[in-house]
DNA sequence: CGCCAAATTGACCCTAATCAAACGATGTGG
DNA sequence: CCACATCGTTTGATTAGGGTCAATTTGGCG
């Protein structure tokens, strides 16, 4: 049986701060469930029949258009909430990039819930204000980023939410950490194509910036420069 | 004295659905304030005094850099919502396109009254999960979309959102309309320069999908063609 | 060991940026 | 009333950053 009061991601996710009682039933109304890497959990288009905290892994929002090209509009790590509650059908898709753990939901019955304990609400847009922040600041970085200041920008990023939904302390940040996405999947986050997201990070491990033992780690070994990349030039 | 009755955006704002109560409560802390074309209500990495709502008038949430490079994040429109709730400093500016009416309230207040006020708190996740949708469909436009598919897909949002804020029928469109940007400020919302902006919208006025009867006004001639642009190529 | 997919590297091209000049409204002062 | 300065915009010429296409290299895995 699923016991809320043992979750990893209770405090940091928007079933935080809930009573005992309000968290077992919130418990009831959702289900664990394993999605493996690939694996598309909500389809753009489609009605939204599910949400879910994301317990562990890693994923990604995504929209795409008719002839094919895709952006991914935003990376979701553990604590955060997957779907669009309130709204009929998903703008986007959400796909697991790496083996992930959800607490899933039914949109209905976690709609509902939500109408009646208006400090689960209150968490939610909480996250949902962060979430809008981390949109706009990526689109300065689309908007008017050179390609080296976006890998800078994204490689920082990484390093800092990876950090928050692991287990280390708060103030901490990485310098090395696993890429939960290939080269293609950076590309459709910054905006690049494949051939420009290796050459830049061919370019900042020649300049000693980081380093890349294999295709998917990183090593920040200068943060220093590496920031100056991605706020300037 | 104000009376929140009256008000033009009261049902689409999120005031909206207020008891006649609780909405002179909100009343009395809000005040109405003129704002001109070009001030700023809100400067990017200050504390966050102020929200409001839009009244009247289209105003634009920009972020910049150390260098001076500037990003329109979201443009905002009457019964719209301003501001960075439960937030410390704001991530981004606010600045008025055109003389602006707007229920401006302090933070802390508007603050204090929706921690009592659920139905208000539902209304602002609201409009910020609306807010957060048409902020990720900004990110496909600037990561993946060519110039004239930038200006057609602007054009189109425009003549819907306009129509929107004002009054007539919901269903509606508009095809002729008052640009509230001037060529600037449309290169700083597309990742565009100023001299791109002006050859694309010259090109679709050359083929005939749009006139142009003078820099601040916009007529769509031909929809159908401007949307098979804004989707595809 | 050898296959296959992912990533890197190279050569070339194209879109949009940059630099520069001309244009057209609007407003001012002679 | 017209010469002229000014600002925003348009148009033109050139350049550069990143895309495209193609050839290798790397590394994971049966």
Redo the contacts between chains.
Sequence with gaps: MKDCTECVVRNRAICGGLTPDELAALGSLGRNQIVRRGQTIVWEGDEALVVANVIDGVLK?S?????G???I??IVFPSDFIG????QES??SVTALTDAELCIFTRSSFEKFA?QH?DL??R???H??G???R??????L????SASERIASLLLELSTRLQAGGCAHDSMVLDRFELPLDRQQIG?L??LTIETVSRQLSRLKGEGLIALPDRRHVVIQDRARLQNIA???
């Design positions: 929002a929209m795409s258009m008719p002839d090209r895709e952006q509009v935003g669009r509650p309130f709204g703008p986007y109408l208006p609400e209150h939610l847009l909480q949902t204000l979430e809008l922040d949109a706009r600041e990526w689109m300065l689309l908007g008017k980023k459709d910054l905006g706020m300037a030039a």
